[in-house]
């Protein structure tokens, strides 16, 4: 890379260079360059400044207006700074002092400059504040001068702000006329900055313009205050028009208004429906006019001489045996306070009747504990009545236990016994452990119940479980003709406690039970799972001998009896029970288990009754799921 230097932009070197190269003692010639210098530059900032203020006087556009506005004063940042190494003099009164080598006339076009940008400078900062833009508009119309606008306060005082329009007029503000005047921007109430000129005298404000009083309109013009102004026309224009509102206070309502009201609105209502319903009745049965004629001759009933409830106080029944002395009923003569007064000392309780829910009641179900949780509980009862016995046998209420001896402890427990005389020490313990053993018996024996007891106590659970509700079932057999089958039916119905019907039909045979749920849940397993229907039973011959002849061996066929025809062998090999039906009963029908036969359709409907009637049809036409 090559180094250029860039060559200076003036052809005359700079005179601070030459202050510096020049040597002491030219000082004379050094103050003419100077001097010169200033001159050449201040006449550039004056061509500068008039070329501004030129420029400052074409028309601006209003802020806030759609149009560009551009700024036509440069900054004063922008402005060079001004030299001070030689004071320069300020002309006053058309004399200057001017120092030597200055022109009069510039010194002149100078001051002129600078009288301009401060013009233009304070123009440009009205215009770009609204407040004063508007201020100087009313001022400058008010004084009828359509020159240029009169800065309001200098730039270079204070913070270099203008200040706003509201503390810069000194005009009385005027009381407001109307509502809607009041709403409107109001003068400050503190000191403006012109109040703090002491000295100079305020203004007097020029006498208002006077305002022509338009012609009152007639009120009959607005139709809102027309009917005012007809009933009291001596009210004017001005009084017709809204007034202020009257401020109301608060109205407490008290408690239960509005619920007395909907109920007096609503009993209003129940008659005015009570008597329509009436009245439609009676003009559907034709006794509008019996009624009308029933309330003309109905008459109340005359009160009795003695109510009911006076007359066993009464002796002669009628109130005249009570008589009043200055207004005081003597009661000597009636039945109150004599022995035979039915009024007595003693209290007479009713008799408690139970009400009829409580015979509904479910009574609450244990808590199912699991076995662990069983054997924890018995294991816990069991310490405390330990616990309990050793502290009785601690205080010497009761005697403490004697020592039990076994064989297998015997060496242990019985150390210098046993060795003097094993053989008695044995027998001695075998006696201990047999009369253990028999009052261990005994005890089990006392707490076993006798068979009344078991049997009441197996009719309590029955009952039990018959208040939980009472469950029925329908069976249909194919063939119910074996003797150990209806034996097997009839007598687990009885055991379990099971009321109901066993029909025998050519068809087939029906059998109903009901009761609990739990033994028609147990009758069910015995139908459908215990009971082999395929197999006949024995035949009971004592007289046959015992042989191993196959002949002799039971076999699935019996013989067609209980009247429906002719003794003859029936098979049982496709023999099948099936239950048709369960649910819910309200009440038992049957008082007992029973068996009959009927031979037609007719008759089985008649015994079973119109309840249990349809039972009957559908165990006729039911369906296994295998022949469909």
Not at 117 to 139: G, K, M, Q
Not at 385 to 398: F, N, S, T
Not at 448 to 472: C, F, M, N, P, S
Not at 602 to 627: C, I, N, P, T
Request: aromatic share 4%; charged share 30%; glycine share 4%.
């Amino acid at each position: 890379m090559t180094s250029i230097k860039r060559p200076h932009e003036d052809a005359v070197d700079s005179p601070s260079k030459k202050a510096r190269n020049d040597t002491p003692g030219s000082t004379a010639e050094a103050s003419i360059n100077a001097a010169e210098l200033i001159a050449r530059k201040r006449a550039e900032v004056a061509a500068k400044l008039a070329n501004f203020s030129a420029l400052a006087h074409k028309p601006t556009p209003i802020p806030g207006s759609r149009g560009p506005s551009l700024s036509l004063a440069p900054p004063t940042a922008a402005l060079p700074p001004r030299p001070s190494p030689v004071p320069t003099p300020t002309p006053s009164n058309g004399a200057s002092k001017l120092p030597p080598g200055i022109d009069p006339d510039l010194a002149k076009k100078i001051a002129e400059a600078k009288r301009r940008a401060d013009a233009s400078r304070a123009n440009i900062e009205i215009n770009s504040n609204p407040y004063l833009a508007a201020a100087v508009a009313a001022t400058s119309k008010k004084s009828g001068s359509g020159g240029p606008p009169t800065p309001v306060a200098p730039p270079s005082s204070g913070l270099k702000m203008a200040a706003h329009p509201l503390l810069l007029d000194n005009a009385p503000a005027a009381a407001p006329t109307s509502k809607k005047d009041r709403y409107k921007p109001m003068q400050p109430k503190f000191a403006s900055i012109k109040a703090n000129a002491r000295n100079a005298s305020a203004p007097t404000p020029p006498p208002p313009p006077p305002v022509a009083v338009k012609a009152e309109a007639p009120p009959s013009s607005n139709p809102y205050t027309a009917a005012a102004a007809a009933s009291s026309p001596a009210l004017g224009a001005n009084d017709i028009g809204p007034k202020d509102r009257a401020t109301r206070s608060f109205r407490f309502i008290q408690k239960g208004k509005y619920m007395q009201l909907g109920q007096q609105m609503r009993q209003e209502a129940q008659l005015e429906d009570l008597k329509k319903r009436i009245a439609d009745n009676s003009r559907k049965a034709g006794l509008d006019s019996e009624f009308e004629n029933l309330e003309k001759t109905i008459r109340r009933e005359a009160p009795p001489e003695v109510e009911w409830w006076d007359e066993t106080l009464l002796p002669n029944k009628t109130y005249d045996d009570i008589t009043f002395t200055d207004d005081i009923p003597d009661l000597s003569k009636t039945l109150i306070r004599t022995k035979d007064s039915p009024i007595t000392e003693y209290v007479q309780h009713p008799i408690p009747i139970p009400a009829p829910y409580e015979g509904n009641k479910v009574e609450l179900k244990p808590l199912k504990l699991t076995k662990r949780e069983m054997k924890k509980m018995r294991k816990q009862r069991r310490m405390a009545e330990m616990q309990d016995k050793q502290d009785r046998q601690k205080m010497g209420l009761i005697p403490p236990d004697a020592p039990k001896v076994r064989l297998a402890n015997l060496m242990r427990v019985l150390t210098s016994d046993a060795v003097q005389d094993p053989t008695k020490v044995e027998a001695k313990v075998r006696r201990e452990v047999a009369m253990r053993k028999k009052g261990h018996e005994i005890m089990n024996a006392e707490r076993k119940l006798t068979d009344e007891q078991r049997r009441e106590k197996v009719e309590v659970k029955k009952v039990e479980e018959e208040k939980k509700g009472i469950q029925a079932a329908v069976f249909r057999v194919k063939t119910l003709s074996d003797p150990s089958h209806r034996f097997k039916v009839r007598k687990n119905a009885e055991q379990l406690g099971l009321t109901g019907v066993c029909i025998f039909n050519p068809s087939f045979s029906l059998v109903l039970v009901e009761g609990s749920a739990k033994s028609v849940k147990q009758y069910s397993r015995l139908m459908l799972v215990r009971i082999v229907w395929t197999d006949a039973a024995r035949e009971r011959d004592v007289s046959l001998p015992a042989t191993d002849d196959p002949s002799t061996e039971p076999s699935t066929k019996v013989k067609k009896e209980d009247g429906f025809g002719s003794a003859e062998q029936i098979s049982l090999e496709n023999n099948t029970c099936d239950k048709v039906w369960e649910g819910p009963l309200r009440n038992r029908v049957f008082k007992n288990f029973k068996a009959k036969s009927c031979p037609t359709d007719s008759s089985a409907r008649e015994l079973l009754g119109e309840k249990m009637a349809s039972y009957w049809d559908v165990a006729k036409a039911f369906v296994r799921e295998e022949d469909l």
